[in-house]
């Protein structure tokens, strides 16, 4: 009972975690909006939620297809579900980024359910933010081609830095508890692929800074190549709206 007691106790606790950093960087996109994109063009909150919704989605059915890679454990695969979501941020903002980086993973939880405790659903969410967030920002503050790029180099390399830190701090270990598996064996699972991995940092260096590099680099040139094409069909829904709602208003 006491043990039982105590992985009740662990895991809502984790839950907690979960929700208090989605908040954190939710209220953090919002005061960026707010403070920092002083002209950004306003949107119902119907088409807000409808594209962002639209977007998410896509984002989910994409988590299904993972790519495994030869020098890292197989649950570190490659999903290309930023690509859809970082369309969404450039095209409606950070807020949307972040609510639909949790849609996402709604999503795929609903359809597919988890292999990790839910561990690597969370690390996804996180760890994905801290891809988009910075992108996001740096073109809004900058909306061109070479802003959408620097936001993306620059989103890359943080993700880079704190997937890296946040896997070897927090998520290994909370993986390691909530799944049931000796931290030693998950770094044996890499030592099995690479002999030069034989502690956490080593696991870190050799398999997840790789990892998000890799990823980063893919998504950013295949939504550099979508976002050109779909960035004028997406404004062009924009100005349709904008003569309805003035048709509307001059009645």
């Not at 007691?5 to 984790?14: C, H, V, Y």
């Not at 839950?15 to 939710?26: P, S």
């Not at 099995?192 to 997840?208: E, G, R």
Request: proline letters at 4%; a positive charge.
């Amino acid at each position: 009972m006491s043990k039982l007691i105590s992985q009740i106790g662990e895991n809502l606790s984790f839950v907690l975690e979960c929700l208090g950093i989605f908040a954190a960087l939710f209220v953090l996109a919002l005061l960026f909006e707010r403070f920092v994109m002083k002209n950004r063009k306003k949107l119902g909150s119907t088409h807000f939620l409808a594209y962002t919704a639209i977007f998410s989605a896509m984002a989910g059915v994409l988590m299904f297809i993972e790519i495994p890679l030869f020098f890292a454990p197989s649950f570190y695969e490659i999903d290309l579900s930023e690509i859809p979501i970082m369309i969404c941020t450039f095209y409606l903002g950070p807020v949307s980024g972040v609510v639909a980086e949790l849609l996402k993973i709604i999503v795929k939880l609903v359809f597919k359910g988890t292999t990790t405790a839910f561990v690597g659903d969370f690390a996804n969410f996180v760890v994905g933010c801290s891809f988009v967030l910075p992108a996001s920002c740096i073109y809004h503050m900058k909306k061109s081609k070479r802003g959408a790029l620097i936001g993306m180099i620059a989103g890359t390399l943080i993700m880079t830095v704190f997937g890296s830190l946040f896997n070897a701090v927090y998520l290994l270990p909370t993986f390691a508890q909530l799944f049931g598996m000796p931290l030693e064996a998950i770094i044996k699972m890499g030592s099995d692929i690479n002999s030069a991995i034989n502690s956490v940092s080593t696991l870190v260096l050799f398999c997840v800074v790789p990892f998000n590099l890799l990823k980063g680099i893919i998504v950013t040139a295949l939504t550099m190549l979508l976002y050109k094409r779909i960035s004028p069909l997406l404004h062009k829904g924009d100005n349709k709206l904008a003569l309805r709602k003035a048709a509307k208003s001059g009645e």
